[in-house]
């Protein structure tokens, strides 16, 4: 099943040889997408002319259910055409010009990939009254975009093909030949009875859990590696997924969050006190940062940067607030988190 849907997507449009790999797996797990919980998504990102609309016409025509919007399209529809048919979203322009209509379909994206959490919308009946409905987003989803969202752990939810990155394959056919329909169909009724066959036989399989991972991406890579039969496949798509790991810790790490962390963690372990004063915090800050920043940097915006952001303890003693040093293994994990590496002595006794 899995080489004649291959052949299909190699035939009509150009991919990296291991995404096109990606890209068959993703059209079976749509079949079976009803067997798990979580979901990835599948992302095609590049300018236009790159072949982000071709891949997306390829795919959806062997997705389960598969139906078509772009970013002409109003939101409202897309809640409800989710909800009635529970199918495969394919989504062309998915990044919107306007920031509100960018939010609604953030809300679809952010809440489709787990399954319970459906979108609440307030809806008129026929008396004209206003009653509360729950729509079903969950699902897979198949979205092409110009660029990335604002939203990182939105990001962190995509296996993405970047595309226009290399010249065109020449036996890419410019125009969908007359033959692609009638092709598209006879494998979409294999795989619907590939669904009937094994629909009851998937499930999740928690061995193939990456520990180098962190959770939301392991999360995500179970159930595409849970169909997954090839091993090289697997070891490709765990590879994917460490490159977007390694790209969320280094984008964390130019946030005034990890600035804070680094220097917290210096302060730590460099003093055999019982607490780490905040003031001391904000002293090296301003030494070390304080011309990267044109707002003022005082006690009250790091120890709010500590206390709402990081969720790091701190307390007042003696007339001054303090982080105490049993927040030490917390500080070590969010410095992971951060990519920040500056507690070296971790066999030291707290």
Not at 132 to 159: C, M, N, W
Request: glycine residues 6%.
């Amino acid at each position: 099943m899995q080489v004649a849907i291959q052949q299909f997507i190699h035939r009509h449009v150009d991919l990296d040889t291991s995404f096109e790999k990606v890209a068959t797996y993703y059209v079976i797990l749509t079949w079976l997408y009803d067997a798990f919980n979580e979901l990835p998504y599948l992302r095609f990102r590049g300018d236009y002319g790159t072949g982000k609309t071709r891949a997306l016409l390829i795919l959806g025509s062997l997705c389960y259910k598969g139906f078509f919007a772009s970013g002409a399209s109003t939101v409202s529809p897309i809640f409800h055409t989710l909800d009635a048919f529970r199918g495969t979203l394919i989504f062309d322009e998915a990044d919107f010009r306007f920031s509100d209509e960018k939010a609604e379909i953030v809300k679809i994206l952010n809440n489709g990939n787990v399954q319970g959490l459906p979108v609440l919308r307030t809806m008129m009946n026929r008396q004209r009254e206003f009653n509360p409905q729950a729509f079903h987003v969950f699902g897979p989803k198949i979205v092409a975009t110009r660029g990335s969202y604002d939203d990182k752990g939105l990001e962190s939810r995509f296996l993405t093909q970047e595309m226009g990155s290399r010249q065109l394959r020449h036996d890419i056919p410019i125009n969908l030949p007359h033959t692609f329909k009638d092709e598209a169909r006879e494998l979409r009724n294999k795989l619907l009875l590939y669904r009937f066959h094994r629909r009851m036989d998937v499930k999740l399989d928690e061995s193939l859990v990456d520990p180098r991972l962190e959770p939301r991406l392991n999360q995500i890579l179970l159930p595409l590696l849970s169909v997954v039969s090839d091993e090289n496949l697997r070891s490709e798509l765990r590879s994917m997924a460490l490159e977007t790991q390694l790209s969320l810790v280094a984008d964390r790490g130019l946030l005034v969050e990890a600035q804070v962390l680094e220097i917290l963690g210096e302060l730590m372990a460099g003093s055999q006190r019982p607490v780490v004063p905040v003031a001391d915090i904000v002293a090296v800050f301003i030494e070390r940062y304080g011309f990267e920043y044109e707002r003022p940097i005082t006690n009250r915006w790091i120890g709010t940067i500590l206390r709402k952001r990081l969720n790091i303890r701190t307390y007042k003693s003696h007339g001054v607030y303090v982080v105490p040093i049993n927040e030490r293994p917390k500080i070590e994990l969010l410095c992971g988190r951060y990519g920040v590496n500056v507690i070296s002595d971790s066999k030291t006794e707290v």
